[in-house]
């Protein structure tokens, strides 16, 4: 394993930034609590929503509140 992972452009899109800030707005509106954008360390899946704190705050990157 040469430690390169190959990532379609679909998935580029669907695991980018502009996604997860939509998604955490939509949980957070929907539901009515605070939601996070964090980035992993994960090429696949390189940022996450997080609707509780995040371990590490120097991950966060957008939080939108309910």
Known sequence: MTGF????DK???????AN????ALRISE???INTAV???D???QPFKVSISDPRDPKQILRVQQG
Do not use: E, Q, V, Y
């Open 20 to 23: 997860a800030h939509r998604l």
């Open 11 to 17: 998935r580029k899109i669907l695991a980018g930034f």
């Open 38 to 40: 964090t980035r992993t």
């Open 5 to 8: 992972t190959r990532i379609s």
């Open 30 to 32: 929907a539901a009515n």
């Open 42 to 44: 994960d090429p696949t």
